[in-house]
């Protein structure tokens, strides 16, 4: 960040707009496509870009999210650096043929020699009263595709650095953007550019009574239910993955073996979802650290409500983050 | 020259056929191939029949553990293969392209050490049988799931546009494909952008066992590009001379980017699905040995000879030649050895990682 000194106050949605602003402007390799990215997008992520670089680099494809997909996976492999737009995460599974078909399994099917250099962004989860698969979290879906890796930012100033690294990655990136996180915090973004390196955890938060593991739109609820925990003087310690693919375990067993107790927080169902993962390498690795059993903190094994009147019973919360917290303190 | 006019119309009736049963040429205009083009498409001919054959005995030797048999789809493939650049165009074919494959120069040593997964297959047993590709010649490495290829092919043939390479991909496909979700997608992105790509479709008339009539309520697959805009051709794609003619028309066009094509080439496949599939089961005998006496070898087989090209002898000739060069590929491929189970790990990120060289080393222990 040494070029970049100077900072602007962003949103997430400014911030990845400015981290594609950026990649478009240094690499004429970089296109941006989807639906509806010409005008700028449903949540305006790509507002003005098409002005500024054209309908050659950013424009709009037909509705089909395996066409998009499929697509950019040509276009990587004939020499281009496609970064595609799908709608929701939730409108991702007509592509997901593409998605574990080819896309991850590219470098190693051909021994290195065709890569697939490609970014998909999508908005994920919920809290905006967007109904049903509007708000899917389906992350842990994507960690299952060998060779892709799956990126969720949880600030601005992140989100900038972890896309223009995705962007310049050699392999497939998943980069999703938590929708509740797209306008209801503002941070100082730096300008131009700047890269944060994949692959890494970070400590959101450091504290020495338990250890919250999360991502993505759940590390705001964390760190309020760490104050909250702080002002009855417990010290949580939250550890924000960034990347679930490939998961950096080692940031969070150092944590685990610190303090001894673990609950691990995210908004998909809990069957199956990421947070299992995290919880069974915790077991594996660090158990005889534990002094609690590990809890999961997550939406419920029921599709996300349509209707905004009980949305919010199926979000994890900071009230049923403390639940846990209690539970794991009580062990 | 004949490239001054349009020799075909789209949409026909009939199949576009040029070298009639007997082996005449039936064309309406004069042929413009050397004799050596014409034998080097009867080399190319043969050669993926007797790769094909090859196959499956080693797959019933156990030496191979799946085969996708491409016989009597050849004069469709080696038409094809001679009317793109090779080195130059891109392929996107699908696990039925052997002479595509061969014809398009794939080195034989390759295809035989992909199918026994020795340590002279070049992407190292990572791949099935008959789901060859190579990143020299530009032939996109093929996956099994259908018509996954073809949203791919546009995407690099926009990337092609995008950058004015004047390059061109063909996608290679059978008419099961067409019904796939990803089929539409990819012709519907093609037809909107103006892509140069072609749509190959080598229609056999089964998807495994399920028939045209159960696949399609059109009555052809070229009728299909219609709803695209783009043209739609059906070629007798047992008559290598009608594919190789019908393709370097189309080629020409999209090259010069008058964008994307649907070509339907009627063939039919003289053996099973794959060597887990007993055809028998589905489709009568008599059918099989009728298509069996329209074979795309014999008819140009005949032609030559009625050309004054080719004899007994030079089919002798030919035949010896082909089998010891076969031989040759197969006894190599298999000196080199199998691949190794620790090559798994490798490649699955551009970075060896962490997790991955734990397993590597958890496996080996």
């Known amino acids: ?331 | 020259m004949i490239r001054d006019s349009q020799l075909f119309q789209p949409f026909n009736d009939e199949p576009i056929s040029l070298i009639g049963e007997t082996g005449a040429w039936e064309g309406p205009f004069d042929l413009d191939l050397d004799p050596a083009a014409l034998r080097g498409m009867y080399h190319d001919l043969v050669v993926g029949r007797l790769m094909d054959e090859r196959l499956s005995r080693l797959q019933r030797q156990g030496k191979v553990s799946f085969v996708a048999p491409s016989a009597g789809h050849e004069g469709a493939q080696v038409g094809l293969a001679h009317a793109l650049e090779r080195g130059r165009d891109w392929l996107f074919p699908y696990y039925r392209d052997t002479s595509l494959l061969l014809a398009f120069g794939l080195p034989q040593v390759e295809m035989l050490a992909q199918a026994m997964a020795t340590r002279a297959d070049p992407n190292r047993g990572r791949q099935m049988p008959s789901h060859n590709g190579s990143k020299d010649l530009n032939i996109f490495t093929i996956a099994s799931p259908i018509a996954s290829h073809v949203a791919p092919a546009v995407g690099a043939a926009i990337s092609m546009k995008v950058q004015g390479t004047g390059q061109v991909a063909v996608a290679s496909f059978g008419e099961g494909a067409t019904s796939e979700g990803d089929f539409h997608a990819a012709l519907n992105f093609a037809g909107a952008q103006g892509a140069p790509v072609v749509f190959f479709c080598e229609n056999n008339r089964y998807a495994i066992s399920v028939d045209y009539n159960h696949q399609t309520g059109a009555d052809s697959i070229a009728a299909k590009a219609h709803a695209y805009g783009m043209p739609g051709y059906t070629v007798d794609g047992m008559d290598v001379l009608a594919s190789y003619y019908v393709m370097r028309e189309v080629i020409e066009r999209v090259r010069n980017g008058l964008g994307p094509v649907l070509v339907e080439t009627l063939v039919y496949r003289f053996g099973p699905h794959s060597s887990a599939d007993d055809d028998s089961r589905y489709r009568p005998r008599e059918e099989v040995e009728a298509w069996k006496r329209r074979d795309p070898l014999l008819r140009f087989r005949r032609f030559l000879e009625k050309q004054g090209l080719w004899d007994d002898a030079a089919e002798a000739h030919l035949r010896a030649e082909v089998e010891a060069s076969l031989q040759a590929a197969t006894a190599e491929a298999e000196a080199a050895g199998p691949i190794p189970v620790e090559w798994m790990f490798d490649d699955v990120f551009a970075q060896r990682l962490p997790h991955l060289e734990e397993q590597r080393h958890d496996l080996l222990d």
């Open chain 1, 1 to 331: 960040m040494a070029d970049a000194p100077d900072t602007r106050p962003m949103t997430l949605v400014q911030a990845v707009n400015d981290a594609l602003d950026v990649a478009l402007s240094q690499d004429p390799r970089v296109l941006l496509f989807g639906e509806d990215v010409g005008m700028g997008g449903v949540f305006r992520v790509s507002d003005g870009l098409q002005g500024k670089h054209g309908e050659a680099r950013v424009f709009d494809t037909p509705l089909a999210e395996a066409g998009i997909v499929g697509y950019g996976i040509g276009l990587a492999l004939a020499g281009m650096r496609p970064v595609a737009e799908i709608q929701f995460a939730g409108f991702l599974y007509p592509a997901l043929d593409q998605v574990l078909s080819h896309l991850g399994r590219y470098r190693h099917r051909t021994r290195g020699r065709f890569t697939v250099p490609m970014v998909i962004r999508a908005p994920y989860g919920g809290g905006v009263h967007t109904p049903e698969q509007h708000a899917d979290s389906p992350e842990a879906v994507l960690t299952q595709a060998p060779g892709v890796k799956v990126v969720i930012p949880s600030d601005p100033m992140r989100a900038k650095g972890l896309l223009l690294a995705a962007i310049e990655d050699p392999d497939p990136v998943f980069f999703l953007e938590a929708i509740k996180l797209y306008r209801s915090v503002k941070a100082e973004v730096p300008s131009g550019h700047y890269t944060l390196e994949l692959g890494r955890a970070r400590v959101a938060r450091a504290g020495d009574a338990a250890t919250l593991v999360t991502y993505g739109g759940m590390v705001e609820v964390c760190l309020k239910a760490a104050e909250v925990a702080a002002r009855e003087g417990v010290e949580l310690e939250v550890i924000d993955l960034e990347t679930l693919a490939p998961f950096d375990a080692a940031t969070v067993m150092a944590s685990v073996e610190k303090t001894g107790r673990a609950v691990v927080v995210y908004e998909a169902r809990k069957i199956g979802g990421f947070g299992a993962e995290v919880a069974a390498r915790i077991a594996e690795e660090t158990v005889w650290s534990l002094q609690a059993p590990v809890l999961r903190v997550a939406g419920w094994d029921a599709p996300y409500p349509p209707f905004s009147a009980i949305e919010h019973h199926y979000r994890p919360d900071a009230r049923r983050v403390l639940e846990a917290v209690r539970k794991v303190l009580a062990a």
